[in-house]
């Protein structure tokens, strides 16, 4: 499946900030569905995940500012996050996700991901 996430840019500490990923496939509503971010020099991480029967993670990170949700008719899974800070400051992407042994790991190809950048 290809996804594509969009929606970064530029805001304020405080601010808020809508991401959206769009999927290719027809599947989509089959799948699970994660956001990532990647800052350079540091692994991946995952901040949130919902389930294709929509159960929902979030990372501690995250817990309380970001929320998930998805809509199966569009073939998107969107990331509203809230309360920015600087340290949120990374390039934001969508991958489909599985969860093996208690942890959740990806397992699709990484599309481009968006850039989000919060300003003190």
């Known amino acids: 499946v290809q996804l594509q996430a969009s929606g970064g840019g530029l805001v304020q ?3 808020s900030l809508r991401l959206s990923c769009a999927a290719s496939s027809d599947r989509f509503s089959s799948y699970a569905m994660g956001w990532y971010r990647r800052v350079p020099g540091k692994q991946n991480e995952l901040l949130a995940t919902i389930s294709d029967g929509e159960g929902i993670y979030y990372a501690d ?3 309380g500012r970001f929320i998930i949700s998805r809509d199966n008719a569009k073939r998107t899974v969107d990331l509203q996050m809230n309360s920015l800070k600087p340290d949120d400051t990374a ?3 969508c991958n489909t ?3 093996i ?3 959740y790991y990806y397992s699709g190809s990484w599309g481009p991901g968006t850039q989000l950048t919060v300003s003190s």
Do not use: F, I, P
Request: proline share 0%.
């Open 97 to 99: 996700v599985e969860y």
């Open 91 to 93: 390039v934001y992407y």
């Open 61 to 63: 990170s995250v817990k």
């Open 13 to 15: 500490a405080g601010g």
């Open 101 to 103: 042994d208690g942890t």
